[in-house]
């Protein structure tokens, strides 16, 4: 009698306990009315997705949207991630309804460090500062007498390009997304400080 009593007490307490877990996760990851995906995994979300790297990224979501239909949830972590694969989609959600998408998430704390807690244009909150670094970007950076002034650099980033590649390619296989990456380093070198990058390898980068 008195273990039956004894199992139906920690029972009971189990009971309360989930249900108190329950009541806790519903307030701190409130459920949101999202398109389907994926199940996910609680604090690592559908990142088991990618089984390799982020170069799997495309494949991975075109089965998905094949699965799912045309605008689908993947979790990266505990962010969820909205993909549109339809053109109407997206120019319905960008367009016709710009100013209800144009705002950021709150940033992680760690995301917060690397960019400036929050002060660059990617992730800025839509509203005055957004604003005056889009303008500063238009302006400055994307003005047409501005990307006129960055020719040479273009054409000597495409000349090593190109010289890489072929010399690469005389050596044995070629890695296209390391050279690419090497070319817009250099590109983003050149326009930010005049200068040109002396690095024979790219891993001496990473």
């Known amino acids: 009698m008195?273990?039956?009593?004894?199992w139906f007490f920690i029972i009971i307490v189990s009971l309360c306990v989930a249900v108190s877990l329950k009541s806790l996760y519903d307030v701190f990851f409130p459920k949101?009315?999202?398109?389907?995906?994926?199940?996910?995994?609680?604090?690592?979300?559908?990142?088991?997705?990618?089984?390799?790297?982020?170069?799997?990224?495309e494949s991975v979501l075109r089965n998905l949207h094949t699965k799912y239909g045309p605008i689908l949830t993947v979790h990266f972590?505990?962010?969820?991630?909205?993909?549109?694969?339809s053109d109407s989609l997206s120019h319905q959600a960008l367009v016709q309804n710009g100013a209800v998408f144009a705002d950021r998430?709150?940033?992680?704390?760690?995301?917060?460090?690397?960019?400036?807690n929050q002060h660059n244009i990617s992730t800025?909150?839509?509203?005055?500062?957004?604003?005056?670094?889009?303008?500063?970007?238009?302006?400055?950076?994307l003005h047409p007498s501005r990307v006129g002034s960055?020719?040479?650099a273009r054409r000597?980033?495409?000349?090593?390009?190109?010289?890489?590649?072929?010399i690469g390619a005389e050596m044995g296989p070629v890695q296209p997304v390391d050279q690419f990456?090497?070319?817009?380093?250099?590109?983003?070198v050149g326009m930010c400080f005049g200068g040109k990058l002396e690095v024979l390898d790219f891993g001496q980068l990473d």
């Not at 972590?77 to 694969?85: E, K, L, N, Q, Y």
């Not at 990456?181 to 590109?187: G, I, S």
């Open 32 to 57: 949101m009315n999202l398109p389907p995906g994926p199940t996910k995994i609680p604090l690592i979300g559908n990142i088991i997705l990618l089984r390799k790297s982020l170069l799997e990224l």
């Open 105 to 116: 998430p709150k940033a992680l704390p760690i995301t917060k460090i690397f960019t400036s």
């Open 156 to 166: 000597s980033v495409m000349e090593t390009l190109l010289s890489r590649l072929t």
């Open 181 to 188: 990456r090497f070319a817009m380093f250099c590109l983003l």
């Open 77 to 85: 972590g505990s962010r969820p991630v909205i993909f549109i694969s």
């Open 2 to 6: 008195i273990e039956m009593e004894a």
């Open 124 to 141: 800025a909150f839509y509203g005055p500062t957004w604003r005056v670094l889009r303008r500063n970007l238009a302006a400055e950076i």
């Open 150 to 152: 960055f020719a040479h």
